[in-house]
């Protein structure tokens, strides 16, 4: 009969670990971030390729420098157990903490398979990781996949198969440490050599047993003998090797910390060189608008077009409602006079009042109000879209020649839609002189007041003046 092949599914928790297995197996393994979840191994069998294939789910673990229980039971596995291939699989969205784990995988097996899991949702948060170069570096095959919706679990599969099956050999690139600490494993590693049944890399048991963790020290008895440390050669040479640290000022403590330290300081390069943050739609928007707007060429033409766009529309289209206003001001003023002439009303008092005083206001309105309506949200809306910013940016060096300020261009734009408006404006230059000069230059700025609709001046305006001040 032939035998299964073994499988090892192991990562950080929380990666999306137990959706894979149930992806592969079809079966409905439970997820949970407790202690104590998921310390028993979760075991599923699946058929490729004419194959028979046995995947083990093992506790979430951060790392193999083990302190919990279920970190302890998935080291012990990786390291002691027998198995045909290890997928690793990771978070895209946070691979800096994921790739500590891999690194000391690759220590212990070169049968190795990284599963870059998530991908859709590091695509959502615009975050880009580039997976051959992520495979180049580590020695290893990467595979991207989104396990929830199943993509990338068949070229998992296939890649599986061929490391599990011996087809394509990997080559693993290991961490180098400081050059004391690979002397002494080195050391170890002699002493090691042929006085233990594995197919594991020797380098990475003389690491902890240098390291002189009880905990992984007992597996290995358990594993290898309790007689194991008894061997002559292994115990000389682990005892010089840690003589030789000791006396280069390396204690457990400053081991530990100078293994961990390397691990990080690895994991950080190889993150920042493959993981890319992708420009948002906005960021995307705004470089267009660079492009387009802080042109050499296209800057000045474009703003100027931009300002004529806004100043026609403001003009053109403030002659509707203007006319509107000035039909209903008009009649208004009409039923007023003749209302106020009904009840006894002097003339000289509603000539006064109504041809005087209220004329002369529904005129400002009906001249004021629409250009104003129309002229300052689309400058609100050339400010929301980052173009007023840059047009301030264009101007600076003209305005800088003139002995004024650059954000004096916002405050002349403002002018003409209002004079008050663009001089209260000019509290955002911070220099006293050029907030000075922008504020008298900005009174003379020509705005929609004094370039009334030229509806208004029509003589039906005049013509209705006249019928209003004829009435007895």
Sequence with gaps: MKKKKKILLMGNPNVGKSTVFNEITGSHQHTGNWTGKTVDIAKGGYYYK????????????????????????????????????????????????????????????????????????????????????????????????????????????????LVANDIVQNESKILFYSNTIESAAHQVQRGLKGRIDTNKKLRFFALRLLENDESFNNSFKAHFGEDIFHNGSLRANLNKAKNDLSQLGYNSDKYGKAITTAIFEKTNSVAEQIVKALPSKKERRE?????????????????????????????????????????????????????????????????????????????????????????????????????????????????????????QALTTCMGYGCNAVGVTGCRIIDSPRERLVAIITNSLTPCNGRLPPPTLWQLPWLKAQKTSSKQP
Aim: proline content about 3%; glycine content about 6%; charged content about 20%.
């Design 287 to 407: 470089k267009a608008l660079d492009d387009i707007l802080l042109g050499k060429y296209t800057s000045i033409p474009v703003m100027l077009l931009l300002l004529g766009i806004v100043l026609w529309l403001t003009i053109a289209g403030s002659n509707y409602p203007s006319d509107f206003l000035r039909n209903v001001f008009d009649s208004f003023e009409i039923w007023l006079a003749d209302s106020l002439i009904s009840i006894g009303v002097s003339q000289t008092i509603v000539g006064l009042l109504v041809n005087g005083v209220l004329r002369v206001l529904l005129w400002v309105v009906a001249v004021m109000l629409p250009p104003m309506a129309i002229f300052f949200p689309l400058f609100a809306l050339l400010e929301d879209f980052g173009i007023l910013p840059r047009v301030a940016f264009n101007l600076d060096g003209a305005f800088e020649c003139c002995g004024a300020c650059g954000k």
């Design 50 to 161: 004419f194959t028979d294939y046995e995947l083990i789910d093992l506790p979430g673990t951060y790392s193999l420098l083990s302190s919990s229980e279920e970190e302890r039971l998935a080291r012990d596995y990786l390291c002691f157990e027998d198995y045909d291939c290890v997928v690793c699989v990771v978070d895209a969205t946070n691979l800096l903490r994921n790739l500590n784990l891999v690194f000391q995988i690759i220590e212990v097996t070169d049968k190795a398979v990284l599963l870059l899991n998530l991908t859709d949702e590091a695509k959502k948060k615009n975050i880009a990781v580039d997976e051959n170069k992520l495979s180049q570096i580590l020695g290893i095959p990467v595979i991207r996949a989104t396990a929830r919706s199943g993509k990338g679990i068949n070229e998992l599969l296939e890649q599986v198969h």
